[in-house]
């Protein structure tokens, strides 16, 4: 086998390299090792066991943990002597997740080589932390919001509260003091009101869930934007195809574009397509406008309208009118003429 020196060993202990899945030694003088049950297991703590045997050479030893068989975590170096029997030793972790299953492995080296234990499991106690989940921004208005989010408590009374503010470093929470909900195993609902809010500004928001032990759990960063006072004038296009439709049904098509000064927000609401034959709307569709700020709808006519008209070409007046929103005013496009027949 290739000979491991213990400065190489303990460099690959470092960068987390060593792996393999038995305890057998590396060479004839390498250390041997196996590790034990933990002990001590709390929510958050627990010692790690287990035997050494220097094989006759000064012998160090280390135990790494992690969330997966990949570790990431080593405890402190210690000593494990220098004789030629097993010797029991153990380290000691701190800063764990409660109700968390957690990989461990011994790892002890000396200047022959290297011995690497098998990859055992653990779960600390108490329950796991709760579950976030950030929801959407809800009566946004222009010194206020209400923030939402889902929390599921997996089995403990849970507090929680929305941070918030200009960056996603927050800065500001509520409520103050946080609310809680009930242990339980069922996702709950929850939302909070801030009001003083900045006019037509943007916002950062979070929901922060946690146990009495253990770290708080954060749902994804979120986004609002206060409304403008007075709303900003909105831009709109408009065009209706084709211009000229003779075979009945009579279908059209009218789409446009909205716009205004940031359209991640104001491209929301509804557009208004009205067919006018003289004074008298012969058609009216709603179009909701997309996310990308555009509409598109269609307008079908069974027959001609007015009387007489059979035979003859009738021109009709295309109205286009977007009802607005909390950022922009309501907006009239420039009017079109269609013919049918």
């Known amino acids: 086998m290739h000979r491991i020196t213990r400065l190489t060993a303990l460099a690959l202990v470092a960068a987390g390299v060593l792996v393999g899945p038995t305890a057998t030694a590396l060479a004839a003088s390498s250390p041997s090792v196996t590790a034990t049950r933990p002990t001590h297991v709390g929510q958050t703590t627990a010692q790690f066991n287990g035997t050494v045997n220097p094989n006759g050479a000064t012998t160090s030893y280390v135990f790494q943990y992690g969330l997966t068989n990949g570790y990431g975590v080593n405890t402190p170096v210690k000593g494990a002597g220098?004789?030629?029997?097993?010797?029991?030793?153990?380290?000691?972790?701190?800063?764990?997740?409660?109700?968390?299953?957690y990989h461990f492995r011994i790892v002890a080296f000396n200047a022959h080589g290297a011995a690497v234990g098998r990859d055992?499991?653990?779960?600390?106690?108490?329950?796991?932390?709760?579950?976030?989940a950030t929801g959407p921004a809800t009566g946004v208005g222009v010194n206020s919001a209400t923030m939402t989010g889902v929390i599921n408590p997996n089995g403990a009374v849970t507090?929680?509260?929305?941070?918030?503010?200009?960056?996603?470093?927050?800065?500001?929470?509520i409520p103050y003091p946080p609310a809680s909900v009930s242990a339980g195993e069922t996702p709950v609902t929850v939302s909070a009101t801030a009001t003083g809010l900045q006019q037509d500004h943007l916002f950062h928001y979070r929901l922060v869930a946690y146990h009495q032990v253990g770290p708080p759990t954060y749902g994804a960063d979120g986004v609002f934007m206060t409304e403008p006072s007075p709303r900003f004038r909105a831009g709109i296009r408009a065009g209706t195809t084709p211009h000229r439709d003779r075979t009945r049904p009579f279908?059209?098509?009218?789409?446009?574009?909205i716009s205004g000064p940031v359209p991640a927000f104001d491209c929301n609401g509804?557009?208004?397509?009205?067919?006018?034959?003289?004074?008298?709307?012969?058609s009216r569709v709603l179009v909701p406008v997309a996310p990308n700020c555009t509409f598109s709808g269609q307008t079908t006519l069974?027959?001609?309208?007015?009387?007489?008209?059979r035979k003859r070409r009738v021109a009709l007046k295309v109205v286009v009118h977007f009802g607005g929103n909390g950022y922009l005013k309501p907006r009239f496009a420039k009017s079109q003429t269609v013919t049918v027949g």
């Open 251 to 257: 279908v059209f098509t009218t789409s446009g574009h």
């Open 270 to 282: 509804y557009v208004a397509v009205r067919f006018y034959f003289g004074k008298r709307t012969v």
């Open 159 to 173: 507090g929680y509260a929305f941070q918030y503010g200009d960056t996603t470093n927050y800065g500001n929470a």
């Open 82 to 101: 220098h004789g030629t029997k097993f010797v029991k030793v153990r380290a000691g972790a701190s800063g764990l997740i409660p109700g968390t299953v």
């Open 302 to 309: 069974n027959r001609k309208p007015g009387r007489g008209a």
């Open 120 to 132: 055992h499991t653990f779960r600390t106690a108490g329950p796991p932390p709760p579950a976030a």
